[in-house]
């Protein structure tokens, strides 16, 4: 068994420095949006088995990418603490344009800027959405609790819609059965959001290409469950953009 567990290891590892060798030197730019989704595939699963390959830490990859970036994805997830984006997705310096805020909403000039900055200009031809389980930010939403004397009311405000919509169609659900659906909504909601948001990201994935895919991180076994592109993202993409977007 301990043979089989050391072969498996040194299986694993091999596949991830051959998978994260084709894109040496930050070559974020020249990767398509399924393979750097693969990338992200291949990292989760990795980590979830313990297996992580650490890639992209030595001094030498330090030198190669200071003087610019090519990150192979933006990704959007929660600033959890439980949630590093770079762990569990096992990816180095120069591989992941990130952005956390607690909820991973995609509101407010800050992250969606953050977002366009990752796909227009350093590269990244994926987005991925990220939420994770047990979620504090919707389960202060399903809650409903005010925090009055902060800005902790105006970050959940933005999760809220997720948190009411299952709230309203799932009256059977309950505790993290419903917490759980709220999450799923929200990763669907923000990445909606990005979409009207971001009449040049939608562009972009209208034309192919850019690719917007969302997924949820488990906390109890470190995979990530993907949901792919939003099911009703060609009817998204025949919205008019957000009024305060379609201004810049």
Not at 68 to 73: C, E, I, K, L, R
Not at 107 to 117: H, N
Not at 218 to 235: A, F, M, V
């Amino acid at each position: 068994m301990k043979r089989l567990s050391m072969a498996l290891t040194m299986v694993f590892a091999l596949a991830g420095a051959l998978s994260l060798g084709a894109h040496e030197g930050g070559a974020g730019a020249g990767v398509s949006p399924e393979n750097a989704w693969n990338l992200l595939r291949d990292g989760n699963e990795r980590f979830a088995r313990g297996l992580s390959a650490n890639p992209h830490t030595s001094r030498e990859r330090r030198n190669e990418v200071i003087e610019s970036q090519h990150p192979y994805a933006v990704v959007l997830s929660c600033s959890d603490s439980r949630v590093p984006s770079e762990r569990i997705l096992d990816a180095g310096v120069g591989d992941l344009f990130t952005v956390r805020v607690a909820g991973n909403a995609s509101a407010g000039d800050m992250v969606i800027g953050s977002i366009e900055y990752g796909v227009l200009h350093a590269g990244a031809n994926l987005v991925a959405v990220i939420g994770h389980e047990s979620c504090g930010a919707v389960k202060a939403a399903l809650a409903g609790g005010k925090e009055p004397g902060t800005s902790i009311d105006g970050l959940v405000s933005h999760v809220k819609p997720a948190a009411d919509n299952a709230s309203d169609r799932l009256h059977d659900l309950r505790g993290e059965a419903l917490v759980a659906e709220a999450v799923e909504r929200n990763v669907l909601i923000s990445m909606k959001d990005l979409l009207l948001a971001s009449p040049k990201i939608a562009e972009k994935v209208r034309s192919g290409d850019v690719k917007v895919v969302g997924g949820v991180y488990s906390l109890h076994t470190g995979r990530i469950s993907w949901l792919g592109e939003h099911p009703s993202q060609k009817e998204i993409l025949e919205m008019k953009p957000r009024a305060e977007a379609a201004k810049k």
